[in-house]
C-alpha cells in the first residue's frame, strides 16, 4: 500500500474491489447521469449494495456532470454511497474542472455527514475515457486544495483495478509530493 499525507489528511492507494473496504465510511461510486447500474465501478457497487440502493437512487436522478448525491450503503460493508457523475472526457467541457467539482462535491457530502474515511475509485477514466495520469494528477490537487478546509474526513483511499493504475497514481503522488 502506497500512503502520503496532505495538511493532516492521510491518502492511501491500494489496488483492489471498492466493495470491498469494509473499514471505509462511504465508497464513492462512478455513476450515470440516471444513477442507475450499468457496467464497471457502478455495476459492481449496484450489484454488490443491492436493489434497494436503486430504489432509493431514482428519486435523486438525473444528475449532471460533477455533481454528487449521497445514499445509504444497503447491502454494501460502508455506510453510504456517494454517487458522482464525472465529465466523459472531450465532451463534457472544461473536463478538468468538472472532474475536480466531483471530488470537492463528495468531500464536502461526507464532511457534511461528518464521515471521517472516503474510498474513490479512478473517476472517469472507465468507459468516460479520461486519460488515466491526467485523472490522477487532477484528483490529487482537488483533495490537496480543499485537505485543509477538511474536518471530519481523515482518510481518503483510491480503489484501484489493475497493478499499472496503481503505479501510475504512485508515480503522480509522488511527483506531486515533492
Not at 64 to 70: E, H, L, N, S
Not at 136 to 156: D, P, T, W, Y
Request: proline share 5%; glycine share 8%; net charge neutral.
Amino acid at each position: 500500500m502506497n500512503r502520503f499525507t496532505s495538511h493532516g489528511i492521510t491518502i492511501e492507494l491500494v489496488q483492489g474491489d471498492i466493495t470491498r473496504q469494509p473499514d471505509i465510511h462511504a465508497v464513492v461510486n462512478a455513476a450515470n447521469a440516471e444513477l442507475r447500474t450499468g457496467g464497471g465501478v457502478a455495476g459492481a457497487i449496484h450489484h454488490a449494495a443491492g436493489p434497494g440502493l436503486y430504489k432509493e437512487c431514482k428519486a435523486l436522478a438525473p444528475i449532471r456532470p460533477g455533481q454528487a448525491v449521497i445514499t445509504s450503503g444497503h447491502e454494501l460493508p460502508n455506510r453510504h454511497v456517494i454517487h458522482c457523475l464525472g465529465p466523459v472526457y472531450g465532451v463534457d467541457t472544461p473536463s478538468d474542472k468538472l472532474l475536480v467539482d466531483c471530488y470537492h462535491n463528495a468531500l464536502y457530502l461526507a464532511e457534511k455527514h461528518g464521515l471521517s474515511s472516503v474510498a474513490f475509485p479512478a473517476l472517469s477514466t472507465g468507459a468516460f475515457g479520461y486519460p488515466m495520469e491526467a485523472a490522477a494528477r487532477v484528483a490529487f490537487s482537488a483533495i490537496h486544495a480543499l485537505a485543509n478546509k477538511l474536518r471530519s474526513v481523515r482518510l481518503i483511499r483510491f480503489v484501484l483495478y489493475s497493478e499499472q493504475d496503481l503505479a501510475m497514481h504512485a508515480q503522480v503522488m509522488r511527483e506531486l509530493q515533492s
